[in-house]
């Protein structure tokens, strides 16, 4: 496949710093999207040379922008329209670049040799490499070459294979040397390491931390000094988190101003629940992509709550607080065995969950749902406020049929079979009826099927 030159990957940010900036208005016509558009998909001209004709003065003459003519006079002066942008433009132009795209451009001209080192943007990715050697390097001179004046607002680093632990140790007391706001990282290591005066970093409001762990290794622990005052979204990717020396696990109490929390693939050891507690919580997402619980429940304070969102096995969920405030549940049952309890655990989170406006479930979510004994005769009052339910289609997997009739629950298993035998490899149904129960006390909720 043909890398992309200079030419395309400023053409694909300047359509998107338009696109999100629609009402930008350049008052010359040659700086619009249908001009650059109509030269970069010229034949005679190759992505090659698109930031030579549109962006350099010394690019193919023929195809550079034209200026307006003046006073009716019959000639045309060619002149270098986009460098004539202010820098915050092609900051956020360039921020939209890989890190590798965004230094390219130093070959266009002058006005382009020291932009990237202002850039409060760095994206870091091993994929646009042949080798990991070559990758390192880069990175290296990339923070060694960077305008140190400049604070650093976004840092995504994603590095395939194991990432060696020195420099990703320089990558994160880069950052936070340099006022870090948003820190991504992506790797698979022993662990990721943080400087002390990292766990105190008063500007970070975003961390999106990913340690997938080497294979036959347990996954990393989660820093348990980690406070981040101005912390307002976490995302964790195999983590482990270890109960104290009280027989609890709460790591999330000290960020107070916590508004989103995703957890995927993450355990808990030494204690059977994971605490969260947070004031300020809003949003919550829990995902066991593997289909197994890591989990073996969880206590929920956090009277903030609008949104949850769950993949994976259902967990018992002891509730600190009424959760009278959230609005948008999305529940994805995606697992490959099945217990006794899930479906029991799936109906006390309806009942709970009493005020909430949109529902989005999948149908194997249902399908667990409706072995409830007798559900349909079931006292329901909750859901009373429901706008909106989705129910997206999923296939039913042979796993998961299988494992359904086999599971022990003798008083269930004539509807087991009867529901699942002829189910495997196809879409699974929505079970009969359980559509009216949901909406018993909404009924003018809206329902869309999604396939």
């Not at 200079?6 to 900036?21: I, V, W």
């Not at 529940?331 to 709970?352: C, G, H, Q, R, T």
Request: glycine letters at 4%; one cysteine or more; hydrophobic letters at 35%.
């Amino acid at each position: 496949m043909k890398s992309k030159g200079p030419g395309d990957t400023m053409y694909l940010a300047y359509k998107t710093y338009l696109s999100q900036n629609p009402f930008v208005i350049f008052h010359d016509p040659a700086y619009s999207l249908d001009t650059i558009l109509h030269i970069h998909r010229s034949g005679a001209l190759t992505a090659s040379k698109f930031c030579k004709s549109v962006v350099s003065p010394a690019g193919n003459r023929s195809f550079q922008m034209k200026k307006r003519r003046k006073n009716n006079h019959n000639h045309t002066e060619n002149k270098d329209r986009i460098s004539d942008l202010p820098d915050c433009i092609l900051f956020h132009i360039l921020s939209s670049l890989e890190t590798k795209h965004a230094v390219q451009t130093t070959i266009l001209s002058t006005r382009w040799n020291n932009l990237w080192k202002r850039l409060p943007t760095l994206r870091l990715n091993s994929s646009h490499f042949k080798t990991l050697k070559s990758f390192t390097k880069f990175v290296s001179r990339v923070l060694s070459l960077r305008d140190d004046s400049t604070a650093l607002h976004t840092l995504y680093f994603q590095r395939k294979g194991c990432v060696e632990p020195p420099i990703l140790s320089k990558l994160v007391e880069y950052a936070a040397s340099h006022n870090v706001q948003r820190l991504d990282i992506f790797v698979r290591c022993d662990g990721v390491y943080f400087p002390p005066y990292f766990f105190k970093c008063n500007t970070l409001t975003s961390l999106n931390l990913s340690s997938s762990p080497i294979p036959n290794t347990a996954k990393k622990p989660f820093p348990s000094l980690m406070t981040l005052p101005a912390l307002t979204s976490l995302s964790l990717q195999w983590f482990a988190f270890h109960g104290n020396n009280s027989g609890r696990v709460e790591p999330f109490s000290r960020f107070k101003r916590l508004n989103t929390l995703i957890l995927e693939n993450c355990q808990i050891v030494g204690v059977p629940n994971l605490c969260i507690s947070s004031t300020t919580l809003a949003n919550l997402t829990i995902q066991s992509n593997d289909g197994l619980s890591d989990f073996c429940g969880i206590e929920l304070s956090a009277p903030s709550l609008c949104t949850f969102s769950f993949t994976g096995n259902p967990l018992e969920i002891r509730y600190g607080s009424r959760l009278s405030s959230i609005e948008h549940v999305s529940i994805d049952v995606n697992v490959a065995w099945i217990s006794e309890k899930f479906p029991s655990v799936l109906l006390s989170w309806l009942i709970e969950f009493s005020s909430i406006k949109s529902l989005a479930v999948s149908s194997t979510t249902l399908q667990v749902l409706s072995v409830v004994p007798d559900l349909l005769k079931v006292e329901f009052s909750s859901l009373c406020n429901l706008k909106s339910l989705k129910v997206k289609m999923r296939q039913f997997t042979d796993g998961l049929s299988r494992t359904l009739i086999e599971a022990n629950i003798s008083q269930l298993l004539s509807r087991l079979e009867e529901a699942f035998k002829e189910r495997s490899k196809t879409h699974s149904s929505i079970p009969d009826g359980i559509v009216d129960f949901l909406l018993q006390n909404s009924p003018s909720a809206k329902v869309d099927v999604i396939t």
